[in-house]
């Protein structure tokens, strides 16, 4: 910020009150200034440094990342939208609306002295507002690392003082003003914290303290070597199993002959595998997350060895509801999504190439093979009408926020199944992106069309318990929790009502 000499100009005019404080102000700058600190003449002033511009609060989100959990990648994303709203409000209103200058540094050792010294207005102190608003963004989010982030936060704060370039009020108001930064990023963003699905219906589970009873069949495939150790350490007496991906369902069933719960560590699909074995067995599940998405396991608000190790050393645990389809002699269930149409052709395009030119770009061909101009729609029968679709998309309770992929789901148990449609019609990109950008309808009816109040000739959806189609052309191929497989002739999908005991912390 280039010098503006009118801002560093003091309101005219006597106030008691006011002056009183600036008085004590000054006082406790003075002892500061006087007092000796020790080890802190070669860390405050360089740590002071290394905060111009918020570099440090960056370089700290970045290490805050790296730690390649979800909980701790939003709480880096937190702490920097925090860092930027209270920078911005900083610069545009808080420098502008008190004029006062910068202390003197006579007081203040010469060794402490920063090697440029800032030209803007001495209130609020804006570095203080970074540190504040970064470290309690962090810690909305994720406590643990906020504990890592607090004491760096604070030392930058106080070095503004040691260094002589701001009076402690400064230092407090910009710490304040920082602090509710980071409440209103809260209350604009919720955390996951707030918007997780209610702990309920609570079940009974039994309380192993030191895991003993629970086996864990961890497929190596998803890459969860971190999160097996964390776990290991949080519940040293459970069995850990292990295995390659086409062995995940042989050591699930042999898992589940011995245990008290069964616990997964993998992606989704691994989840759905281990899920159909527990309520075969009657066991609850111990979910770990250790894919790529991990939708049922963060949405049961799961995240990592720590949480889990917890709900199984208390016991706690919820029922949630399972989707399950049938289609002749084919029968699954789903935690998450089913779907027909282009999801599922889509998936099997990106498996057939990904090998040989690598994720993205298979991602990338499947679209544009899936979406050319001149596929067909699916079409099925429901209640004596034949629909094409483009898309039919299924979820185990209502979805938030859906666009081409699910979103949020804040309750496991509503007894209800998503459903929405894209209707089949010519270019079926421009029929998916217009659902995507308008987000879920509402139908006043659970039917699978464009009626009602809301009409759109592109997209629908309902809210049913139950969903009975005919008419699914032989091999059309069927996603859910990320396999595929085929169906054909009469399809239905239903709920099973709170049929699934899972471990999951509570509040």
Partial sequence: MSPDVDLTVPKPGRHALRDRLLALDCRLFETAAARNWPFAEPVLPRLSRSANHGVLWFAAAAAVAASRTPRARRAAARGLASLGLASLTIN???????????????PV??????????????????????????????????????AVVAPVAFSVAVSRV???????????????????????????????????????????????????????????????????????????????VECEPDEVKTELAKAAARARALGVCGGDGTVNAAAGIALRHGLPLAVLPG???????????????????????????????????????????????LSLGVYPELVRERERWSHRIGAWPAEV????????????????????????????????????????????????????????????????????????????????????????????????????????LTGVAAGTPLAYDGEVTDVAGEMTVEKLPEALTVYRPLP
Avoid at 96 to 103: D, H, T
Avoid at 189 to 202: I, K, L, N
Avoid at 392 to 407: D, E, I, S
Wanted: with cysteine; proline share 8%; aromatic share 4%.
């Fill in 92 to 106: 545009t209103l808080g420098k502008r609306s008190v004029r006062r200058p910068r202390p003197l540094l006579d």
């Fill in 291 to 337: 894919g790529t998405l991990n939708h049922f396991a963060h949405d049961l608000s799961v995240e990592d060895g720590r949480d889990l190790g917890r709900a199984v050393r208390e016991g706690e645990a919820v029922r949630v509801d399972v989707g399950r389809f049938t289609s002749g002699d084919r029968e699954g269930v789903f935690l998450n999504t």
């Fill in 109 to 146: 050792p010469a060794v402490r002295h920063l090697k440029r010294q800032p030209i803007t207005t001495s209130f609020p102190s804006g570095h203080a507002a970074s540190a504040a608003a970064f470290a309690t963004g962090v810690a909305l989010e994720s406590p643990a690392w906020g």
């Fill in 365 to 468: 061909l499947a679209v544009l093979r899936v979406l050319r101009t001149d596929r067909h729609p699916l079409r099925v029968e429901l209640r004596g009408e034949t629909h094409p679709l483009w898309l039919l998309f299924v979820g185990n309770c209502l979805y938030h926020r859906l666009a081409l992929t699910p979103g949020r789901r804040t309750d496991l148990a509503d007894g209800q199944l998503d459903v929405r449609v894209v209707h089949g019609g010519r270019h079926p990109a421009l029929r998916l992106l217009s659902a995507a950008l308008a987000g879920p309808l509402t139908l006043p009816h659970s039917r699978l069309r464009s009626s009602g109040r809301y009409p759109h000739p592109a997209h629908a959806e309902a809210r049913v318990s139950r969903l009975r």
């Fill in 162 to 240: 040691y260094t002589g370039v701001h009076f402690p009020s400064d230092v407090l108001a910009g710490a304040a003003l920082g602090t509710g930064a980071a409440f209103a990023v809260r209350a604009l963003v919720p955390t996951r914290a707030q918007t997780g699905p209610p702990p309920r219906p609570r079940a009974q589970a039994p309380a192993l303290p030191g895991g003993a009873g629970l086996v864990v069949v961890a497929n190596r495939a998803s890459g969860s070597a971190d999160r097996i150790r964390v776990l290991r350490h949080e519940l040293p007496e459970a069995e850990l």
